[in-house]
């Protein structure tokens, strides 16, 4: 069948592109880094929105699809169901997907106080309809990020607000740690983040004080790193710096990541990783200094009085 066969290819093609740019460590910065054509043998176009500029996920419509939840409210519990359509420009929902990191969305549900963190996989139905049950035992506003490539389109990080009703007990942004522990993994952060710079932080996960260095891919990774800025949940989405299997890169303990912030502030970082056969999410706040100051800068200051 011809449509089958073609998307065959564009999937082949995205294989082969994301191999390409994994092999020369180029899969830096945002997950929508990724080629928005997939298949052309293209080199990759950055998304403009990223690199020195705004971080995704702000906006519930951008490039013509819109993330459009079926209801924006809903009571505190567990495993509640939670619908959505993404809308292409003319309001219709899109049905076809390129996949990235084994899915065809990824979907991150994070309190808007950065707390309560989930990166959950909804199933899709043919008519287009997206369903997720989501654990919101706590109340207050969530905000909601699908990340996904439309057939066609390019990669795209979306953002939606979801009120979950009931007693809200804010909680301010926990103070900066490089290291944190989640079910007797220690995990250290270890980098300096710096504002529009690309700088490399290195995961280090212990168990009971010693090195893992038999970490399980976790959807084609070691790490899945996702940094929310602080004051307003602008979202990055960063891979490590080669993949398993490629035969250079050990299974642990370390997990080395490039990332780029886009300013300077606070941020909270969810880091996922499998290990006997569980994933799980260590949690850290680092803050993004000024650039230095002294010494590194090599772009010369555009000359404003030229003549
Ligand atoms: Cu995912």
Redesign the pocket.
């Known amino acids: 069948m011809k449509t089958s066969t073609k998307v065959a290819g564009f999937v082949l093609g995205l294989a082969a592109v994301f191999t390409l740019a994994v092999g020369a460590g180029a899969l830096v910065g945002p997950e929508n880094t990724t080629p928005d054509t997939p298949g052309d043998g293209v080199v990759p176009e950055r998304d403009a929105s990223v690199a020195g500029g705004s971080p995704a996920g702000l906006t519930a419509t951008d490039n013509g699809y819109t993330f459009a939840l079926d209801t924006a409210d809903v009571d505190a519990g567990t495993q509640v169901p939670v619908h959505f359509h993404i809308l292409d420009s003319d309001g219709q929902p899109v049905t076809r997907y390129i996949e990235s990191?084994d899915?065809q969305l990824?979907l991150i549900a994070v309190r808007r106080d950065l707390t309560e963190y989930a990166?959950v996989?909804p199933v899709l139905d043919d008519t287009g309809t997206w369903t997720v049950p989501l654990d919101l035992d706590e109340a207050g506003t969530y905000r909601l990020f699908a990340d996904f490539t439309p057939e066609g389109g390019k990669p795209l990080t979306l953002g939606a607000d979801l009120q979950v009703a009931g007693h809200f007990d804010p909680r301010p942004l926990p103070p900066p740690t490089a290291t944190t522990t989640v079910d007797g993994y220690t995990v250290t952060l270890d980098g300096v983040l710096v504002p529009d710079q690309a700088s490399t932080m290195t995961a280090t996960v212990l168990r009971d004080e010693h090195p893992v260095t038999d970490l399980q891919p976790y959807?084609g990774a070691y790490g899945?790193l996702v940094a929310l800025r602080a004051t307003d949940l602008g979202y990055l989405h960063v891979h490590p710096n080669g993949h398993p299997g490629d035969g250079i890169t050990p299974a642990g303990p370390g997990i080395d990541f490039s990332v780029t912030t886009p300013s300077a502030g606070d941020y909270r970082l969810f880091l996922d990783f499998r290990h006997d056969g569980v994933v799980r999410t260590a949690e850290f706040t680092l803050t993004a200094g000024p650039a230095p100051s002294t010494g590194t800068d090599t772009t010369p200051a555009p000359d404003r009085h030229g003549h």
């Open positions: 990191h899915k990824h990166h996989h959807l899945h």
